[in-house]
Each structure stands twice: as C-alpha cells, then as structure tokens.
C-alpha cells in the first residue's frame, strides 16, 4: 500500500493524512507494548528457572 505525501488532503473520516497515520500508530504501539510486556514477564520466569547446564561428550 502506498501513501502519497498529501497530509493536508483529509480523509473520508475527516481527518488528515498524517493524523490518521498519528491515531493507527498509537494504537498499533499499545498492542505491541502488552505483547512485549507479556513476553518480557514470559522471559522473566525462565530465567528465574534453575538452568541446568549438560556436558557435551564427544
């Protein structure tokens, strides 16, 4: 998809390019902040886990 520097040019929903863009970009950053929250915390617990280090015998 391509977007044409026309931020001055509103959309259907009455808001300008570059707002759009604003809105979409807020919202994408929140849902990926909560699935690196709960990756982070998933992370967390595994390196609280006791590693247990095999020997490799060759």
Known sequence: MHFLHSSA???????TADEACRNNRQVNV?????????KLLFFSKLL???IKHQSITS
């Open 30 to 38: 929140k849902d990926l902040s909560a699935k690196l929250n709960s």
């Open 9 to 15: 040019k509103p959309t259907k929903f009455g808001e």
């Open 48 to 50: 609280q886990a006791p």
